[in-house]
């Protein structure tokens, strides 16, 4: 087991519903440490080339659309497997497959509006945090 780090963002649906804390208690509840935060309106810029990987799919303008809609919440988590560990509190990306107890299951509205994201792998969760963070913004 390896301390590891990992890049969350909390999704325009669940900002608007004021959702923050009440998502951030199940991240710490798994042992997960917000070691960064802050709140942000995306730009179009930003939100494309955060989701570049998906720029062929058919959802994607939506999608940019979507995460640009209001405010988001991007974070910086550490614990022991931080990425799996995360994607595990996260729930599937279809809330109608989330595992219940997940974050997906209990808060998203739909398989696009679906509160959190979490990095995949550790090599993305590094290029994810150093594309919003800088190194002197997390304090572990
Ligand atoms: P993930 O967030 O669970 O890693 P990805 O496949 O990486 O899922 O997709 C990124 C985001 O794109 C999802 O979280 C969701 O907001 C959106 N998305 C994924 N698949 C669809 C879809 O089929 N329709 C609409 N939006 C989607
Ligand atoms: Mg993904």
Redesign the pocket.
Same mark, same amino acid.
């Given at each position: 087991m390896a301390l590891e780090r990992t890049f969350s963002i909390i999704?325009p649906d669940a900002t608007r519903r004021n959702l923050t804390g009440q998502i951030n208690a199940r991240l710490e509840a798994v042992g997960l440490r917000i070691v960064a935060q802050k709140r942000k309106q995306l730009t179009q810029t930003e939100a494309k080339a955060f989701?570049a %990987?998906?720029a062929a $799919?058919? !959802?994607y303008n939506?999608?940019v659309a !979507?995460?640009t809609s209001g405010p988001v919440v991007l974070q910086v988590l550490e614990g022991e497997n931080a990425v799996l560990a995360n $994607?595990e509190v996260?729930g @599937?990306? =279809?809330p109608a497959d989330a595992a219940e107890g997940t974050i997906r299951k209990d808060f998203a509205e739909?398989?696009? @509006? =679906?509160s %959190?994201?979490?990095s995949?792998s550790p090599e993305n969760a590094a290029i994810e945090i150093a594309y919003f963070f800088a190194g002197c913004e997390i304090t572990s």
């Open positions: 999704k989701y %990987v998906h $799919r058919p !959802f939506d999608l !979507f995460m $994607r996260m @599937a990306t =279809n739909s398989i696009e @509006a =679906n %959190v994201h979490g995949d």
